[in-house]
């Protein structure tokens, strides 16, 4: 039910890195942000509540961008 979003080698990284979470519909669900801190930054963003199916996810910054999809069994 949860979801760990680890951003390694954090140097060339500015800034907090933004989290949105869509439904298979494209439905902004949830929102979440990670802060810089050291050479690692994590955070835990729970699904629970939520069905079973696929999610999709984006990360981003005014330096960073990336998207992937994540499957909650």
Do not use: M, P
């Not at 990670?34 to 629970?48: E, F, N, R």
């Not at 981003?60 to 994540?70: D, S």
């Amino acid at each position: 039910d949860n979801l760990i979003i680890e951003i390694e080698n954090t140097a060339n990284l500015s800034g907090t890195v933004n989290i949105e979470i869509y439904d298979y519909l494209g439905r902004l669900i949830q929102t979440d942000a990670i802060s810089k801190y050291g050479d690692k930054s994590q955070a835990v963003i729970s699904l629970k509540g939520y069905a079973s199916g696929s999610y999709f996810v984006k990360c981003y910054n005014h330096t960073f961008e990336k998207y992937f999809k994540v499957i909650k069994l």
